[in-house]
Nanobody, 123 residues
Framework: VQLQASGGGSVQAGGSLRLSCAAS????????TGWFRQAPGKEREFVAA????????YYADSVKGRFTISRDNDKNTVYLQMNSLKPEDTAVYYC?????????????????WGQGTLVTVSS
């Protein structure tokens, strides 16, 4: 599976962005998908994940209630709607896919990674 993340940009605090992760190469519907992020000087961290069929989602506490992950398997795309953005959300955001039935919150569970898209939130 090849993944292409897009939708990053610069916004002010309180603003919104929607990230997209487009997949190609294999049937995307068989893969759980997650979003991770890495801020400058920090380790990569889990943000959100969605099961292969979209029935289950899971969020990091830091984004719960502000971010929403969803997927459209007909379009081979997973989305991350980010609202009420804060400066601490500034990071490179990566999407990843895993051939698992549930949801993965650890990076090592994901075999396929996109190239990342930069989100910058100014105060």
């Amino acid at each position: 599976v090849q993944l292409q993340a897009s939708g990053g940009g610069s916004v002010q605090a309180g603003g919104s962005l929607r990230l997209s992760c487009a997949a190609s190469g294999r049937t995307f519907s068989g893969y759980a998908t997650g979003w991770f992020r890495q801020a400058p000087g920090k380790e990569r961290e889990f943000v959100a994940a969605i099961s292969w069929n979209g029935h289950s989602t899971y969020y990091a506490d830091s984004v719960k209630g502000r971010f929403t992950i969803s997927r459209d398997n007909d379009k081979n795309t997973v989305y991350l709607q980010m609202n009420s953005l804060k400066p601490e959300d500034t990071a490179v955001y990566y999407c990843a896919a895993a051939a698992i039935r549930g949801i993965g919150v650890n990076g090592y569970e994901y075999a396929f990674w996109g190239q990342g898209t930069l989100v910058t939130v100014s105060s």
